[in-house]
């Protein structure tokens, strides 16, 4: 069988935290859309759903570890320039479902490829089929707020491959 | 083209007057926020603290130019 050479892998992410604002907690979770692109140096992630953000790695496991610390930077961008709950959550959600055709189109054929067996899953990566992705921003009271609303030290296992 | 090369910012902010003219670039505490058309792209890196013109990586330019449909200029300008 024919495979895909030199193409990008479609993969899939969640992401969830809290984050302080100006006068709100919010807690953001999202399953949001890569694609990944080896390189002789490393791994290049560029988002498709948020489409304007990427991250570069020299391994996807350290790329998977980089991505939330990079995403929480953005959010706090975002606190720090909203004044209310309503216009941050909206700003996330703008930032969620902001892309471009270009990359959009590539990964709808990267996830033909890999469901069709042309291109093979990344190592270590599970295959996860029937995914549907979304981006849910809430407001949190402090009597919502449990010990189980820090943020963990360490993230394993972000990603996995679209099928 | 590797997405690991370096472009220096200022020659980033020298292709934004030429293929996105009109854009507006605002600095927050961990990114530069650059807008174009009805477009905003909220997660374009400040490169290393305490330079002035710090290098920033290709891929990050390339995203954000294919983001902003400008990648065919971009390259043009940059070698990216």
């Not at chain 1, 791994?43 to 991505?67: D, R």
């Not at chain 1, 469901?115 to 899953?121: I, T």
């Amino acid at each position: 069988m024919d495979t895909v050479k030199s193409a990008a892998w479609p993969l899939l992410f969640t992401y969830n935290g809290p984050v302080f604002g100006n006068g709100f907690l919010s807690y953001v979770e999202l399953c949001g859309k890569l694609l990944a692109v080896q390189e002789t140096e490393g791994v290049w992630l560029e988002g498709v759903n948020p489409g304007a953000f990427a991250i570069g790695a020299t391994t996807l496991e350290k790329a998977s570890q980089t991505l939330p610390e990079a995403l929480t930077k953005v959010f706090v961008d975002f606190a720090e320039t909203t004044d209310s709950f309503e216009a941050f959550k909206r700003t996330v959600e703008d930032f969620y479902e902001a892309t471009d055709p270009e990359t959009t189109s590539a990964w709808d054929r990267a996830v033909e490829a890999v469901r069709d067996g042309l291109m093979p899953v990344p190592e270590g990566l599970l295959r996860k089929p029937g995914w549907k992705c979304f981006v849910r921003v809430t407001e949190r009271s402090l009597d919502q707020l449990t010990p189980r609303d820090n943020p963990p030290v360490v993230f394993n296992r972000q990603l996995a491959a679209a099928a | 083209m590797s997405s690991f090369g370096q472009v220096p910012l200022k020659d980033v902010w020298a292709m934004l007057e030429q293929c996105a003219p009109d854009h507006s670039i605002q600095e927050r505490t961990h990114h530069y926020c650059i807008s174009y058309g009805e477009k905003s792209y909220p997660a374009f890196p400040k490169g290393e603290h305490e330079k002035q013109n710090p290098p920033i990586q290709k891929g990050h330019v390339r995203k954000m130019a294919r983001f902003f449909g400008i990648l065919e200029c971009a390259k043009a300008a940059l070698s990216i």
